[in-house]
């Protein structure tokens, strides 16, 4: 009798330490996805050829400081604009851009940055702000203090800093680091352009 009760007493505390495991696995995920990652959702073609409607995405928004070539989700609340988008930061405060789509280059303090992550050539639009226009065809940007500049992968068809202006680096909700669809590109996410 007493033997039993003992083999009951085991399997009990078994499946008790077996709860308690799972309960703190849960605590943990939950704390990791409140404080330190977010799943999102693409939405459009602004980042094709790179990313595309639905990928799902986990992003970081632990000890963020947005850099160039980091790809950013942020809510844009413009005019022009007012969700929640994802586009490649090309500069941060006091960097200056220049924009040629006579050469279809992209200029950041001077220097040129690759394209070869673009699917076409750039071209300018009748929608970009004119404010900053330098000659035809050819615009510069000064990043001001807490801002940041940024543009879709998909430079003819993206809402960026182009037309919705500057990003508020308090509007930055986190730094891709992972999709996790469609499963055919599962995988960690690399900045193209540093």
Known sequence: MIENENKCNKVFDSIIDWLESFLFAIFIVILVFTFILRTVVVKGSSMEPNFHDKDRLIISHFNLTPEKGDILVMNCDTPQLRETIIKRCIG???DKIKIDYNNNTLEVNGEI????YLGEQMYDKPSFNKTFVVEDGVYEYQVPVGKIFVLGDNRNGSSDSRIVGFI???????KVVFRMYPFDTVGVIDSFIK
Do not use: A, K, P, Y
């Not at 508020?168 to 986190?174: R, S, W």
């Open 168 to 174: 508020d680096v308090e509007d930055v909700l986190g």
């Open 92 to 94: 941060t405060e006091g």
């Open 113 to 116: 940055m690759s394209n070869e």
